[in-house]
């Protein structure tokens, strides 16, 4: 018998070498990133974060969000099934629901975990997910640990999704995409999507992250403005740390899958419930966007007015559906550069590169919010086309 190969053992200090090489073709590729502390107070106009409503620095949240720490404490103590449910989670799931219009809710630490538990949840070996092919990186990874047989059809095609579900080998379905897609800002046909899932025996689970606070009458989301919130076979998920300018996420559904979560989901049963200030700070803000109904409005005239500038300008710019712009640039080192350079210029944008948007197109990624003036679009249209590259116009 031919003795067992044996691997020849790697000194301790050469473990992680192979790290060494991932990041030099990272480099080479033009896709290194880094991190970059910002001060309490920034003097850029800030086109890069997702503070939709502008809510983040708004005295009644932050206040909240204080209050809370010094009632409840720093943190939630522990997984939200043990110590980590107060009854300021409580109450933020109920105002979330009623505001939505949903039976249930479920607070989670983050969007990403939320996301996660849904996906799971909602499927596993007997089921079949068909997705958009460019949703959230959150839904890619719940879909690799759902066990289910997955498909990612064509970019916001509800042919594709009925094809796909017509011709499935498992006895459940669940269609899963996002409502905003983060890179473009372009919707999905929610529609037409329920109507495909309709016709096969699907659910649907909408990721509307981009849409809450945006869409829909008062801000209440893509899923409300298509007319499908509060339907049995529809969830939605959503963060509190864009449009509500706080951290975390929700699930909103029917009674029973909310239930189904909570017995469930493993990213809500072994998670850290969200910390206190968070929930207070999410439950303020959502108490400002129901006084002032007119916010997610002042995003949409922001956002046209700096895509038209834009365009005029002659790069190739996103539709703004909701809060995002997308401005293509020539290569992944000329994004790099030209958002350097806004920065420079007193603009902060953000700067998507594959792998992070799955057309391989790298791009400027704007998001506006619903505090700024004519004056900060006009600035910020003014420093984009300054500090462009000469080949990112066409």
Known sequence: MNPRPTVPAVPAEQVFDWLDAEAARRAEAGLTRKLRPRPASAAELDLAGNDYLGLARDKRVAGAAAAAALRWGAG???????TGSTELHAELEHQLARFCGV?????????????????TALSGAESAIVTDKYIHASLIEGCRLSRADVAAVTHRDPVAVAHALNTRRKPRALVVTDSVFSVDGDLAPLAELSGACRAHGAAMLVDDAHGFGVLGEGGRGAVHAAGLIGEPDVVTTITLSKALGAQGGAVLGPRRVIRHLVETARSFIFDTGLAPSSAGAALAALGVLKAEPGLPGRIHTAAARLAGQLRDGGFTVSTPHAAVISVHAPSPEA???????CAQLGVRVGCF??????????????TVRADLGESDVDTAAKVISEAAPPAATS
């Open 76 to 82: 939630s103590t522990g997984s939200r099934l043990v």
């Open 103 to 119: 039976q249930a809710a479920l607070v989670f630490s983050s969007g990403f975990l939320a996301n996660l538990a849904a996906v």
């Open 335 to 341: 994004a790099v550069a030209w958002a350097e350079r």
């Open 353 to 366: 590169r594959p792998p992070s948007v799955p057309d391989g197109v790298s791009r400027l990624r704007l």
